[in-house]
């Protein structure tokens, strides 16, 4: 149980597995009004940042579950960096049906809401480890214009253009879903260029000392297109954001 070994590779430098900067993870918990102890479930929690840095600044506890065991690995070492790691744990498991001992305060699926197959099934999941009152956080694309074709909604590594939704459109599908949204972070083209561009060099310094890998063939051929299509397709097309949902 665990992640390609291209995805790894492709963000072996990054905290944060999403479009968004360190500045916006920040801003995002300073909008939500952290309280200290707030309990947190993050499901597909990646490298952990969220969680670390929250159980930093804002004093939160709780739990994170990815099925790759390098970024659960990467978690762990950072909520000991950050002097947080009797605060957090970090479990190596499938997200997908992975719900919580005990209510928690807040409940998150952050970019990857495969795990529900969609995000109606993903809001579901979420509510089952969330109390009554409680925030939920979906991290979700979105197209921020019109997708003139199924070719550029496949370059955007959507199935088809009906994967994703438009900004106001998504935010009307949480409410018929059942629930407010009451906050929204949205990533912009700059923070999607240092989400995408850092790949670029972390697949080449890869390639560079992995020259006869298995994998090397692969990453030749996304290093040698991967730049032109997100700049021709996924910048312009599609956006992300974070939004915070209240049941009503």
């Given amino acids: 149980m665990d992640l ?15 479009p968004f900067t360190p500045g916006k993870l920040a801003t995002l918990g300073q909008a939500l009004h952290l309280a200290p102890g707030t309990r ?15 159980a930093r600044d804002h004093g939160v506890t709780g739990t ?6 390098v970024f659960t690995e990467g978690a762990r070492a950072r909520a000991t ?18 719900v919580a001992d005990e209510p928690v305060d807040l409940a998150a699926c952050i970019g990857a809401t495969w795990i529900g197959d969609g995000v109606a099934g993903t809001a579901e999941l979420l509510g089952r480890s969330l109390r009554p009152g409680g925030l939920m956080l979906i991290g979700e694309p979105y197209w921020r214009r019109e997708v003139p074709d199924e070719e550029t909604a496949q370059a955007c590594h959507a199935g088809s253009k009906d994967d994703f939704l438009p900004l106001p459109e998504l935010i009307e599908q949480f ?12 990533a912009d083209q700059d923070s999607w260029d240092r989400y995408q561009a850092a790949q670029w060099l972390n697949l080449r ?4 000392t992995h020259p006869d890998d298995e994998l090397a063939a692969e990453v ?11 700049a021709r397709y996924t910048r312009e097309y599609l956006g992300w954001g974070i939004f915070a949902l209240m049941a009503r």
Avoid: K, Q
Wanted: net charge negative; glycine share 10%.
């Fill in 81 to 98: 960096e950050l002097g947080v790691a009797d605060r957090v744990t970090f479990v190596h498991d499938d997200a997908s049906g992975y």
């Fill in 64 to 69: 994170g579950v990815d099925i790759s065991t």
């Fill in 40 to 54: 947190m479930l993050d499901l597909a929690s990646g490298s952990g940042e969220m969680l670390c840095t929250w």
């Fill in 4 to 18: 390609p070994r291209i995805f790894t590779v492709r963000e072996s430098s990054h905290r944060i597995h999403n």
């Fill in 175 to 186: 409410g018929e879903l059942g629930y407010d949204v009451v906050e929204m972070v949205l």
């Fill in 220 to 230: 030749r051929t996304e290093l040698t297109t991967g730049p032109a299509d997100y």
């Fill in 205 to 208: 310094r890869w390639l560079d």
